[in-house]
């Protein structure tokens, strides 16, 4: 019984994730939309499945949830944070860096959420990653230290990610 439901069912969350996207993005929940999309929350993760070999096994939702609402809040403290940067400095006065992450994350699901997350967090964006995955290059649009950067990234995210993935 498990081996068919790994079979129709191989990416649980995901097929939940799409369901709950779908309707957002549908911008209603009716009968019709919740209908499509479940069928598209259980064609897709079965369409790429292939592609997911190692695939994360056993994550844990609480602490899934708990980075999500850290990174919600991020976000809108930045939105704010920049919008008073952008308003409020000239553009001389800004102190824009570039900043080298050095990563301990290896799982690759896991680096494209910490890359993902840099990018959404305003002020921030990852521009590139090492050949060999250990080090993202990030900048930061306004930053007196590059090393506080760095250290906010691995601790409020990267650790967090290690928790979940690894």
Not at 8 to 20: A, G
Not at 30 to 51: C, E, H, K, M
């Amino acid at each position: 019984m498990t081996k068919v439901r790994r079979s129709f069912l191989p990416h649980p969350f995901l097929t939940t994730i799409l369901v709950v996207v779908w309707c957002l993005l549908a911008n209603g929940i009716t009968l019709g939309t919740v209908v499509f999309g479940t069928i598209l929350g259980l064609l897709i993760p079965l369409a790429t499945a292939a592609y997911w070999p190692d695939a994360p096994k056993g994550v844990p939702p609480a602490k899934v949830l708990v980075y999500i609402l850290i990174v919600v809040w991020d976000i809108l403290v930045a939105n704010v944070v920049v919008a008073w940067i952008v308003l409020t400095r000239r553009n001389q006065d800004m102190r824009s860096t570039w900043v080298t992450v050095p990563l301990e994350l290896r799982t690759p699901e896991a680096i494209a959420i910490l890359a993902g997350t840099i990018t959404l967090t305003p002020g921030t964006v990852t521009a590139d990653m090492s050949d060999e995955g250990h080090c993202l290059l990030v900048h930061a649009l306004d930053a007196d230290d590059p090393a506080a950067v760095r250290d906010e990234i691995k601790s409020r995210y990267e650790r967090r990610l290690k928790e979940i993935f690894e």
